[in-house]
């Protein structure tokens, strides 16, 4: 029952940065996992970032390896999403959810059928 609500996104040229946030309604101790989405325009959505909450170990989509960042602050009810060295193909909607029951790192590259709890979105676009 939880609720999910995503902040930070920007137009930015290639090369920037950005941090994306998730606040949410619930302690985060109450999902398996939490994971970062993105759509493109005209594409599927796709999980670019996943973090196991009790462990605190992170896996990523190959595209986004090396370059994002997810991370939790869990005395703050809050996720994040370090974004660095941001190309064009970056430029989407990026949602934030949450699973009770977490799927692991099949998240990666799926549409996120598997989670419970989404965020509304926020916009990120990268220029050439």
């Known amino acids: 029952q939880g609720q999910l609500v995503e902040s930070g996104g920007d137009s930015v040229q290639g090369g920037g940065s950005l941090r994306l946030s998730c606040a949410a309604s619930r302690a985060i101790k109450n999902y398996g996992c939490m994971a970062w989405f993105r759509q493109a325009p005209g594409k599927e959505r796709e999980g670019v970032a996943v973090?196991?909450?009790?462990?605190?170990?992170?896996d990523y989509l190959d595209p986004v390896k090396g370059r994002f960042t997810i991370s939790q602050d869990k005395a703050r009810n809050m996720l994040y999403l370090q974004m660095n060295s941001l190309k064009p193909e970056d430029t989407g909607m990026y949602y934030c959810?949450?699973?009770?029951?977490?799927?692991?790192?099949?998240?990666?590259?799926?549409?996120?059928?598997?989670?419970?709890?989404w965020g509304q979105g926020t916009q990120v676009t990268v220029s050439s």
């Open positions: 959810a949450a699973a009770t029951w977490c799927v692991g790192r099949a998240v990666l590259g799926s549409t996120g059928t598997s989670m419970h709890y």
């Open positions: 973090i196991f909450t009790g462990l605190g170990s992170a």
